[in-house]
């Protein structure tokens, strides 16, 4: 047997370090990430549309479609780009000011967070939901249903607000080009009003005092942003007794063990 002992090995450090090298927008977050795919399986649709939509985000040329899926990136930092994220959003009614508008006929589908700040949000043309499809007896949207295949998906970074990206189907069939408002469009109630509610509904309160409250803080004009002529305002300023925050309080009541 030897007497020669192996050589010892210097011992590792407890902690190793490695080092990678970032781009300023991946350091500061609001760099897209461009081998994510658009969650168009969420959209409302037909049979008939979802083999079309499908077709579309295959890149399969079908009979009947014109167009492709559009998919345009954007600088945080490019002011010439950011003007041309924001000409192209507003050409398109899906800026922030549009969709707050009273017969917007974009819906958010789908929207997603980030730890980064960034936000992904889905969006669908109010004239290619077909109500049936969301368990909807009677159409309650404020356009006829045409087929319509738009949508899009909007990243933005929300501490700055940049544009990050958008992408998707940004053609409207012919028949959604001229549809007219059959339906006067349902006003949302306004954050201030369900951000009081809430509070109340997570205190225990009871319906009949978060709306008896609702109707005096409206009263007397205490909610942030309540502008004193209503008919400027593109949002509801009093609580309805069928609203979701009164469904979810009545589904919590039922459901509590007696």
């Known amino acids: 047997m030897s007497g020669h002992a192996g050589k010892v090995a210097p011992p590792k450090d407890k902690f190793e370090f490695r080092f990678a090298n970032l781009t300023p927008e991946e350091a500061r977050g609001d ?5 994510s795919k658009i969650h168009w399986h969420l ?5 008939d549309q979802r083999a079309s939509v499908e077709a579309l985000h295959g890149n399969i040329s079908e009979a009947g479609i014109c167009g492709k899926i559009e998919d345009y990136v954007y600088s945080a930092v490019n002011p010439i780009q950011q003007n041309e994220a924001i000409a192209f959003l507003e050409g398109h ?8 508008e009273v017969g917007n006929r974009w819906s958010v589908k789908w929207s997603r967070y980030s730890k980064n700040g960034q936000k992904r949000a889905l969006y669908q043309c109010d004239c290619g939901r077909e109500h049936t499809q969301f368990g909807s007896k009677k159409r309650h949207t404020a356009v006829d249903y045409t087929g319509c295949l ?9 501490p700055t607000g940049a544009i ?3 992408r998707g189907f940004f053609m409207h069939n012919e028949d959604c080009k001229k549809a007219a408002l059959a339906r006067a469009p349902k006003l949302p109630l306004h954050p201030s009003v369900y ?9 225990g ?3 009949s005092a978060i709306q008896a409250t609702n109707r005096e803080l409206f009263r007397i004009g205490a909610y942030a942003g309540q502008p004193k002529d209503l008919r400027t305002s593109n949002f509801r ?12 309080k009545l589904r919590t009541s039922t459901s509590t063990p007696g």
Do not use: G, Y
């Not at 959209?43 to 049979?47: A, C, K």
């Open 93 to 100: 009614s899906l800026n922030s000011a549009s969709l707050e």
């Open 205 to 207: 309160a009871l319906l």
């Open 43 to 47: 959209l409302d649709l037909t049979p």
């Open 164 to 166: 990050l990206r958008a």
């Open 195 to 203: 951000a009081k509610a809430l509070v109340q509904l997570q205190e």
């Open 237 to 248: 300023w009093i609580l309805k007794p069928s609203s979701a925050l009164t469904q979810t």
């Open 150 to 158: 738009a949508h899009a998906e909007i990243t933005t970074h929300e």
């Open 31 to 35: 760099k897209t990430d461009k081998s």
